[in-house]
């Protein structure tokens, strides 16, 4: 079974700051790898994925996070923080070609920022 | 055009009854979740289902039980609800293992 660790339960930062959340994962074989955003009271939104190939993958509004195979993680980043990236944040991971396999969530990075 | 859809979105209601909940997806995936939320906004995995195989978490106790009627559909029956139940149950979908799509949630409060 995988299991996900987040570092940082709860960040704040000031509007211009850079931003680098931290996810670690257990497991086995080969995974697929996730972050989700959940804005207050809202559903999950995809916000980038890695499947294989380009270690360093894009996603939308600005993020972009970099597996590393040897350090199992997959760290989320992004340059400059606006307001409204305030948001609860989730890496997660499921075991490639797994079929009707559910994810595996982190327990969730809190990030409020600051005007 | 809402690509996975729960209803209720809240759901407020007694000790002991039993309730469900309804997902429909549009997206033509082949699998469907349903994923429980904690109060410390920790997400689990209940059931994942595709027309060839139900996974169930062991840890879900058997009062819960998925339903799907066609490929687009898999609703949440619960039995006998209980105070610890209370929480936001989100569906997904996908294909096969790729990305999952969400629901918008179902608040369901137990009194």
């Known amino acids: 079974a995988q299991s996900v660790s987040q570092h940082n339960h709860h960040v704040i930062l000031s509007e211009a700051a850079s931003l680098e959340l931290g996810c670690n994962y257990s497991y086995g074989g080969t995974v697929n790898l996730f972050w989700y955003v959940q804005y207050p009271g809202q559903h999950l939104q995809l916000l980038l994925k890695y499947f294989s190939g380009d270690p360093l993958v894009k996603g939308i509004k600005g993020f972009e996070a970099e597996f590393i195979k040897s350090k199992f993680s997959f760290n989320l980043r992004k340059p400059s923080v606006q307001w409204s990236d305030t948001a609860e944040y989730f890496c997660?991971?499921?075991?490639?070609?797994?079929?009707?396999?559910?994810?595996?969530f982190g327990k969730g990075t809190h990030l409020i920022i600051q005007p | 055009d809402t690509a996975v859809s729960q209803t209720p979105k809240y759901l407020v209601t007694q000790m002991g009854n039993d309730k469900s909940i309804k997902c429909e997806q549009n997206l033509g995936h082949d699998t469907m979740y349903w994923y429980k939320q904690d109060s410390k906004k920790f997400l689990k995995i209940m059931f994942s289902?595709?027309?060839?195989?139900?996974?169930i978490n062991e840890t879900v106790p058997n009062r819960f039980s998925p339903k799907s009627p066609d490929k687009a559909h898999l609703n949440l029956h619960i039995n006998s609800l209980e105070l610890g139940d209370s929480a936001v149950y989100f569906c997904?979908?996908?294909?096969?293992?790729?990305?999952?799509?969400f629901g918008p949630g179902t608040r369901l409060t137990v009194t």
């Open positions: 997904a979908s996908s294909h096969k293992d790729r990305e999952q799509y």
């Open positions: 997660a991971v499921n075991a490639r070609g797994g079929g009707a396999d559910g994810l595996t």
């Open positions: 289902y595709n027309n060839k195989e139900l996974i």
